[in-house]
């Protein structure tokens, strides 16, 4: 019902898939079953990515007086964005559920920064509020923003009864950088380091959404080279991390053999990127148009030697970490994401595939090189720790696959393509190794005019929050590691 | 099946790397430094506390490498302490934000003299690719005193640790 509203709204051009331009009082009765994927703006109108039964839709609303109507009161995962959007581009959510600030903690000197004309902001930042707890012997623990570990920056306010975890606020915006009005005026290529710097553990990822997005609107198409060259980076990337996760999250229950090892495999699938791509993180190595060099010689080899050898001590280390009843105690049944806000929530990824949904973008909508390819998305239904971890599992045996599948078959050609000077929009995407990765741009003679790159953890951050409720204090870093969700990719 | 596996680790010997030869004039330039400042001894050892001041997150993957047992950061005498207060040096990622600049200065002011700053990546260096933007302070030397730089975007692990040895030699002479 309310798709169809979307779908019957006048279309604005954007490549693939036409942008919907909402009426107010139409754009407020949106509401589900659809599925709120992103929301953001630019000086004129706010736009929404929705996903309704295997379709994706944008939709917008024109922002009259600096207010628009909000979303949140009907979706929740809107709320983060609605507040993104008053601290970037000055927008009110008329009846939105949180008008706390955001990213905006006061000390820009200046009020929304990518509007048209951005306001002083008046001297002293204000303190932070957090939502009011009432209740019988309960206390708070605040945690941050600088953490005891090797990790990023963010505000954990934890209110408790005894042990146990009632609520859990996260307040973030600490990485804030200005990435999106850094990338305004630049051209694709340049802006691109950007892109790859939103959150560095998925830089491949990101950049190779840009990509999409931006040779979406200038209708070009990176060479098949290019293409399986891009995820066989992706795929390495999605390796490195799922080792390194594994290993930290059985590291969190005090069981120090995995990280041991599944660090040592993580460092070689580093190296041997390292030594195929010239960057150990593939950073800047994904570009609009293409790939910024081939694989160099002997690349593939010292990739299929690594996984040989993941292949010979995986299994081993696996049985070790099923065998050890207290490690998986620890995790079985731990920060549950329910059923219920799952699909209210939506998310992607390992943390949406670990409880039911079994959406990943390089299977629908897809992209090159992967709908020529066959492999499998795991998906498992408890949504505990336990249930993250295992769609990691075996998320790095199907990568493993995807490369040595890739390698074998490297098509002959070009590398890269220049993009045209081009005006327009575009949407593009890719499956990060944390889940769904959207980009959103408008370019102006080659420019770009307007920006918004949608990191996975938009969606995670909030189900992390639900899922550590009823868990004792000390399992936080569990849940929390289970989750690894980027800071800086939602700071922005 | 955990004893199978670890004696089968005791047969192959470690995995941790050899130790590369330090760079030389990186330490005694560090060297001059503290003995100009004429600060106490802390001996062979030094406890180090990392910050995220603004970073993509990239430099925190390559410092995360060193505590495993490829690297194996405490070989040298060097580790990772969870509080400022037990912190000899800071480790600083990232521009500094201006969201997290009063953050680092007062992470700062927690670590108990003698203390040194050590500034990880482009963007602490100079903000790298982020400089100019009204969200950021700039470098770290917009917030802190740095002792040492250490460049790359990120840093790999064998830059860190070389970086970070030449802090112990330092230290030691």
Same mark, same amino acid.
């Given at each position: 019902?309310?798709?169809?509203?979307?779908?019957?709204?006048?279309?604005?051009?954007?490549?693939?898939?036409?942008?919907?331009?909402?009426?107010?009082?139409?754009?407020?009765?949106?509401?589900?079953?659809?599925?709120?994927?992103?929301?953001?703006?630019?000086?004129?109108?706010?736009?929404?990515?929705?996903?309704?039964?295997?379709?994706?839709?944008?939709?917008?609303?024109?922002?009259?007086?600096?207010?628009?109507?909000?979303?949140?009161?009907?979706?929740?995962?809107?709320?983060?964005?609605?507040?993104?959007?008053?601290?970037?581009?000055? @927008?009110?959510?008329?009846?939105?559920?949180?008008?706390?600030?955001?990213?905006?903690?006061?000390?820009?000197?200046?009020?929304?920064?990518?509007?048209?004309?951005?306001?002083?902001?008046?001297?002293?930042?204000?303190?932070?509020?957090?939502?009011?707890?009432?209740?019988?012997?309960?206390?708070?623990?605040?945690?941050?923003?600088?953490?005891?570990?090797?990790?990023?920056?963010?505000?954990?306010?934890?209110?408790?009864?005894?042990?146990?975890? *009632?609520?859990?606020?996260?307040?973030?915006?600490?990485?804030?950088?200005?990435?999106? /009005?850094?990338?305004?005026?630049?051209?694709?290529?340049?802006?691109?380091?950007?892109?790859?710097?939103?959150?560095?553990?998925?830089?491949?990822?990101?950049?190779?959404?840009?990509?999409?997005?931006?040779?979406?609107?200038?209708?070009?198409?990176?060479?098949?080279?290019?293409?399986?060259?891009?995820?066989?980076?992706?795929?390495?990337?999605?390796?490195?991390? @799922?080792?390194?996760?594994?290993?930290?999250?059985?590291?969190?229950? /005090?069981?120090?053999?995995?990280?041991?090892?599944?660090?040592?495999?993580?460092?070689?699938?580093?190296?041997?990127? %390292?030594?195929?791509?010239?960057?150990?993180?593939?950073?800047?190595?994904?570009?609009?148009?293409?790939?910024?060099?081939?694989?160099?010689?002997?690349?593939?080899?010292?990739?299929?030697?690594?996984?040989?050898?993941?292949?010979?001590?995986?299994?081993?280390?696996?049985?070790?970490?099923?065998?050890?009843?207290?490690?998986?105690?620890?995790?079985?049944?731990?920060?549950? *994401?329910?059923?219920?806000?799952?699909?209210?929530?939506?998310? /992607?990824?390992?943390?949406?595939?670990?409880?039911?949904?079994?959406?990943?973008?390089?299977?629908?909508?897809?992209?090159?090189?992967?709908?020529?390819?066959?492999?499998? *998305?795991?998906? @498992?239904?408890?949504?505990?720790?336990?249930?993250?971890?295992?769609?990691?599992?075996?998320?790095?045996?199907?990568?493993?696959?995807?490369?040595?599948?890739?390698?074998?078959?490297?098509?002959?050609?070009?590398?890269?393509?220049?993009?045209?000077?081009?005006?327009?929009?575009?949407?593009?995407?890719?499956?990060?190794?944390?889940?769904?990765?959207?980009?959103?741009?408008?370019?102006?003679?080659?420019?770009?005019?307007?920006?918004?790159?949608?990191?996975?953890?938009?969606?995670?951050?909030?189900?992390?929050?639900?899922?550590?409720?009823?868990?004792?204090?000390?399992?936080?870093?569990?849940?929390?590691?289970?989750?690894?969700?980027?800071?800086?990719?939602?700071?922005? | 099946?955990?004893?199978?596996?670890?004696?089968?680790?005791?047969?192959?010997?470690?995995?941790?790397?050899?130790?590369?030869?330090?760079?030389?004039?990186?330490?005694?330039?560090?060297?001059?430094?503290?003995?100009?400042?004429?600060?106490?001894?802390?001996?062979?050892?030094?406890?180090?506390?990392?910050?995220?001041?603004?970073?993509?997150?990239?430099?925190?993957?390559?410092?995360?490498?060193?505590?495993?047992?490829?690297?194996?950061?405490?070989?040298?005498?060097?580790?990772?302490?969870?509080?400022?207060?037990?912190?000899?040096?800071?480790?600083?990622?990232?521009?500094?934000?201006?969201?997290?600049?009063?953050?680092?200065?007062?992470?700062?002011?927690?670590?108990?003299?003698?203390?040194?700053?050590?500034?990880?990546?482009?963007?602490?260096?100079?903000?790298?690719?982020?400089?100019?933007?009204?969200?950021?302070? %700039?470098?770290?030397?917009?917030?802190?005193?740095?002792?040492?730089?250490?460049?790359?975007?990120?840093?790999?692990?064998?830059?860190?640790?070389? /970086?970070?040895?030449?802090?112990?030699?330092?230290?030691?002479?």
């Amino acid at each position: 019902m309310t798709a169809e509203m979307i779908r019957e709204a006048p279309s604005v051009a954007c490549h693939p898939w036409s942008r919907h331009l909402l009426r107010a009082d139409h754009w407020a009765m949106l509401a589900p079953p659809l599925e709120l994927l992103a929301l953001w703006a630019d000086t004129q109108q706010v736009h929404a990515l929705f996903h309704a039964a295997g379709e994706h839709l944008l939709a917008s609303v024109a922002v009259t007086d600096r207010r628009y109507p909000a979303l949140s009161p009907r979706f929740p995962a809107a709320c983060w964005f609605e507040r993104m959007i008053r601290d970037l581009w000055g @927008h009110d959510a008329d009846g939105g559920v949180d008008a706390r600030p955001w990213l905006d903690h006061g000390k820009w000197g200046q009020h929304a920064p990518l509007s048209p004309r951005p306001r002083p902001s008046p001297g002293a930042p204000e303190a932070m509020e957090f939502l009011p707890v009432e209740g019988e012997s309960l206390h708070q623990i605040p945690v941050g923003p600088v953490h005891a570990g090797i990790i990023e920056p963010g505000h954990f306010r934890f209110t408790a009864q005894g042990e146990t975890i *009632v609520r859990l606020e996260v307040r973030l915006g600490y990485l804030h950088k200005g990435t999106l /009005g850094l990338m305004r005026g630049k051209s694709p290529r340049a802006a691109a380091r950007y892109a790859a710097r939103l959150s560095g553990d998925s830089t491949v990822a990101h950049s190779l959404a840009f990509a999409h997005a931006a040779e979406a609107v200038c209708g070009t198409q990176a060479p098949p080279r290019a293409a399986a060259l891009r995820a066989v980076m992706a795929e390495l990337e999605r390796l490195a991390n @799922h080792l390194g996760d594994c290993g930290a999250i059985a590291g969190d229950t /005090g069981f120090a053999p995995l990280p041991a090892r599944l660090g040592w495999q993580r460092e070689a699938v580093l190296r041997a990127a %390292g030594a195929a791509f010239g960057h150990r993180l593939m950073m800047d190595c994904v570009i609009p148009g293409g790939v910024q060099s081939d694989i160099a010689p002997g690349g593939a080899e010292a990739i299929l030697q690594v996984l040989a050898g993941l292949d010979a001590e995986l299994p081993d280390l696996l049985r070790i970490y099923e065998n050890y009843a207290s490690v998986v105690d620890r995790m079985v049944g731990t920060g549950v *994401v329910g059923g219920e806000i799952a699909a209210r929530f939506a998310p /992607g990824g390992v943390v949406g595939r670990a409880c039911g949904r079994a959406g990943d973008l390089r299977r629908s909508p897809g992209y090159a090189p992967y709908d020529k390819l066959a492999f499998g *998305v795991p998906v @498992h239904n408890a949504g505990d720790v336990g249930a993250r971890m295992q769609v990691r599992i075996e998320e790095i045996a199907e990568s493993a696959h995807l490369v040595r599948m890739l390698l074998a078959e490297l098509p002959e050609g070009a590398l890269s393509l220049p993009l045209p000077l081009a005006s327009g929009e575009g949407i593009g995407w890719a499956e990060g190794f944390r889940g769904d990765i959207w980009h959103w741009l408008r370019l102006d003679g080659g420019q770009i005019a307007s920006v918004f790159l949608r990191d996975p953890s938009w969606l995670h951050w909030p189900l992390l929050e639900s899922a550590v409720r009823g868990n004792i204090v000390a399992d936080f870093p569990l849940c929390n590691k289970s989750f690894n969700c980027s800071y800086s990719g939602v700071d922005l | 099946m955990v004893w199978r596996h670890m004696l089968d680790r005791l047969r192959h010997g470690p995995a941790t790397l050899p130790a590369a030869p330090i760079d030389e004039p990186t330490t005694r330039a560090l060297a001059e430094r503290l003995a100009a400042a004429s600060q106490a001894r802390l001996g062979r050892s030094l406890a180090i506390r990392q910050i995220d001041a603004g970073s993509c997150n990239g430099c925190e993957l390559e410092i995360q490498m060193l505590g495993g047992i490829v690297y194996d950061l405490e070989r040298f005498g060097l580790r990772f302490v969870a509080s400022p207060r037990h912190a000899d040096v800071l480790l600083v990622t990232g521009p500094i934000t201006r969201n997290m600049h009063e953050a680092v200065v007062r992470t700062w002011q927690a670590t108990p003299d003698p203390k040194w700053v050590v500034a990880v990546g482009d963007c602490a260096i100079d903000g790298g690719v982020f400089k100019g933007s009204f969200a950021i302070s %700039g470098g770290v030397d917009a917030a802190l005193p740095v002792d040492l730089t250490i460049r790359g975007c990120p840093p790999t692990p064998a830059q860190l640790l070389d /970086g970070l040895r030449s802090l112990v030699e330092a230290n030691g002479q």
